[in-house]
């Protein structure tokens, strides 16, 4: 379930639009949420991975980032990643329609609040179970959600770590893991050609033998 949607702008962490739960139990669980989704945008920046993943207690935020505007939404755990990324792409999508050149030029929070018409339209559609299923076996163009980084909110925002760090970090891991993968092929590699050479030594040399041998 689409829990809150919030929208900021990445050069400065200003909140552009917002929409949150209606109720006020879930209302006041929701503002250390908030509060950690404010924190998140003033870490991030233009190296900060387009797409992530931040685990949140049994909660999720997933989160976008398109032309300078980051899209984040909050979900219960067992919300599909697929479906999250939908969700924000269509937001993006409409957004930057209407207001993708006024961006750079707002001043005041919340300057966009207008759009949460939308967003509660949207997120209706993703709250739907019948629509889930029919948007759940469409063959979308969203990148691999498998290789989406997914982190703890709670250890960025403690550690104080801008997520172009961490990103960097799961970048090297990844280009030691190719290269460690490249030289187990080439060992293997060289393993495979000695073995094969070693067999055609001794097949020339059992053929000279019993050539020579036998005249």
């Known amino acids: 379930m689409v829990v809150m949607t919030m929208i900021a702008r990445v050069a400065d962490g200003l909140p552009l639009a917002a929409s949150m739960q209606e109720d006020e139990q879930s209302g006041r669980n929701l503002m250390e949420y908030q ?35 980051c899209y984040l939404v909050l979900c219960e755990g067992a919300f599909p990643k697929k479906l999250a990324f939908a969700y924000l792409e269509e937001l993006q999508t409409e957004f930057h329609e209407l207001y993708g050149k006024k ?45 989406i980084m997914v982190t703890n909110i709670e250890e960025v925002l403690q550690r104080g770590e801008a997520l172009s760090v961490l990103d960097s970090k799961a970048s090297s891991l990844s280009s030691l893991s190719r290269k460690y993968r490249q030289d187990a092929r080439y060992l293997n590699m060289r393993s495979t ?11 020339l040399m059992f053929i000279l033998y019993i050539r020579f041998w036998w005249l």
């Open 193 to 203: 050609y000695a073995k094969v050479a070693a067999v055609a030594l001794f097949s």
């Open 103 to 147: 961006v750079a030029a707002v001043s005041r929070p919340y300057s966009f609040i207008e759009f949460d018409t939308y967003i509660q339209k949207a997120k209706k559609s993703y709250v739907d179970s019948r629509t889930r299923r029919n948007l759940s076996s469409i063959n979308t163009e969203l990148q691999d959600v498998q290789r």
């Open 35 to 69: 509060s950690q989704a404010k924190q998140l945008f003033r870490k991030l920046n233009e190296q900060s991975p387009s797409r992530c993943t931040l685990e949140a207690g049994p909660m999720m935020f997933h989160y976008l980032i398109e032309q300078g505007v």
